[in-house]
C-alpha cells in the first residue's frame, strides 16, 4: 500500500482567511514533503519532515506554516495568501529520508482570490 | 546543484508503439538515485520507476525501462506498447543520497493516439 490522501481536493479562499492543507500517510514512512506546483510547471520543494522534525525550507514565505503532529500526519496553514500563490499543493511521503523513493498523494488544488 | 533536463516538451505515439523520453542530468555528486514520474490531469504524481548510480543492470517495471548511461549522464525511459491512458506530463528527478531534496525536470507531456 503506497497510499498517501490529502484533504481537502479543492480549497478557494480569500486573501485574508486562514485555511489548512492536511496530509496523511500509514505506511510508516518518517519523511514527509510539501511541493508547490504552478500550472505546466514542475513541482518545487517548499518543506521536508524527517523523523518529525523540520529539516528543509526552502525559503518559503511565512504565510506558509508546516506542522507535523506525528509520524503519519502533516499540516500546512495558510494565512494572509496571495492570488499567486495559487497552485497544485502536494505531499509525498517516503519510507527514509535519504535517497528513497516519494510517493505522492493527489494534490490540493488551492485558489487564492 | 543538480540540474534536471528534459528536452522534449511534447511527444506523440501511436497506441501500441514504443517511446522513449529523454532525460539528462548534471550533477556532482557520485551517489544518487533516478526517478519517473506520470502525472495525468488529475494531477496525482505517479511513481513510476527507479534506477540507482550504482546499479549496473537498467531497471525495468513491467511496461516500463529505464536506459541508464552513467558515463553520459541520461535516464531515458522507454515506455513499450504504449496505451490510451499512458498520455500524461512525464517527470524526471534525481535526489543525492543522503540528501532529501529532490529536483525535477520540467517534463514531457506525452500523447497516445488511438
Known amino acids: 500500500d503506497t497510499e498517501v490522501t490529502q484533504t481537502p481536493k479543492h480549497l478557494v479562499m480569500g486573501m485574508t482567511n486562514k485555511k489548512s492543507l492536511k496530509c496523511e500517510q500509514h505506511?510508516?514512512?518518517?519523511?514527509m514533503y510539501w511541493y508547490k506546483q504552478k500550472a505546466k510547471k514542475p513541482p518545487e520543494l517548499m518543506f521536508v519532515y524527517s523523523y518529525e522534525k523540520l529539516s528543509i525550507n526552502e525559503s518559503v514565505p511565512s504565510r506558509f506554516s508546516p506542522e507535523c503532529p506525528n509520524s503519519s500526519l502533516l499540516n500546512l496553514h495558510l494565512h494572509a495568501l496571495q492570488p499567486e500563490d495559487s497552485a497544485l499543493y502536494l505531499c509525498?511521503?517516503?519510507?527514509?529520508?535519504?535517497?528513497?523513493?516519494?510517493?505522492f498523494g493527489p494534490g490540493t488544488r488551492l485558489t487564492v482570490l | 546543484a543538480q540540474k534536471i533536463t528534459q528536452t522534449q516538451p511534447g511527444m506523440f505515439v501511436q497506441e501500441k508503439e514504443a517511446v522513449t523520453l529523454d532525460c539528462t542530468y548534471d550533477?556532482?555528486?557520485?551517489?544518487?538515485?533516478l526517478f519517473w514520474y506520470k502525472q495525468p490531469s488529475s494531477g496525482e504524481m505517479i511513481f513510476l520507476i527507479y534506477?540507482?548510480?550504482?546499479?549496473?543492470q537498467n531497471a525495468t517495471e513491467g511496461r516500463y525501462s529505464l536506459n541508464f548511461q552513467k558515463a553520459r549522464k541520461s535516464a531515458n525511459l522507454v515506455i513499450s506498447a504504449s496505451q490510451l491512458g499512458d498520455s500524461a506530463m512525464y517527470f524526471c528527478a534525481m535526489r543525492p543520497y543522503n540528501n532529501n531534496d529532490m529536483r525535477f525536470g520540467a517534463g514531457t507531456r506525452l500523447t497516445v493516439k488511438p
Open positions: 550533477t556532482s555528486d557520485q551517489s544518487y538515485g
Open positions: 509525498a511521503s517516503s519510507q527514509d529520508p535519504n535517497a528513497d523513493t516519494q510517493y
Open positions: 505506511m510508516g514512512h518518517r519523511a
Open positions: 534506477q540507482g548510480s550504482y546499479d549496473e
